[in-house]
C-alpha cells in the first residue's frame, strides 16, 4: 500500500487513516521511526516497561526513564537489524 502525506512547517504530518487503521493506531499510541539507509519504517510501540511495573523486585530507586530510554534504543536497533 502505498498512501502519501505532507510535512507541515513544524514537521508534523498526518498519519493517512489506512496506515492508523492497518496497525491498529489509536489516539495517544506512541510509535518509532526506524532509519534504515535512506528509509524510514514506522513502527508501533504496543508494550511499554509500565506494563511490567511490579513484575521484578528491587531494594533501591531505579531511573526508569533512563531504564525506558535504554530499552527503546535496543529495541529499534533489533527491529533495524532483523526488519521487524
Do not use: W, Y
Not at 53 to 70: H, L
Request: net charge positive; aromatic share 2%.
Amino acid at each position: 500500500m502505498t498512501v502519501i502525506s505532507t510535512v507541515g512547517r513544524r514537521g508534523q504530518m498526518t498519519i493517512p487513516r489506512a496506515i492508523r487503521r492497518s496497525l491498529n493506531l489509536k489516539e495517544g499510541d506512541r510509535v518509532a521511526f526506524i532509519q534504515r539507509g535512506d528509509q524510514v519504517v514506522l513502527q508501533p510501540l504496543t508494550n511499554t516497561l509500565l506494563d511490567l511495573r511490579g513484575s521484578v523486585p528491587v531494594v533501591e530507586p531505579q531511573d526508569f526513564d533512563a531504564i525506558r530510554r535504554q530499552v527503546t534504543q535496543e529495541h529499534a536497533r533489533k527491529v533495524a537489524q532483523n526488519g521487524g
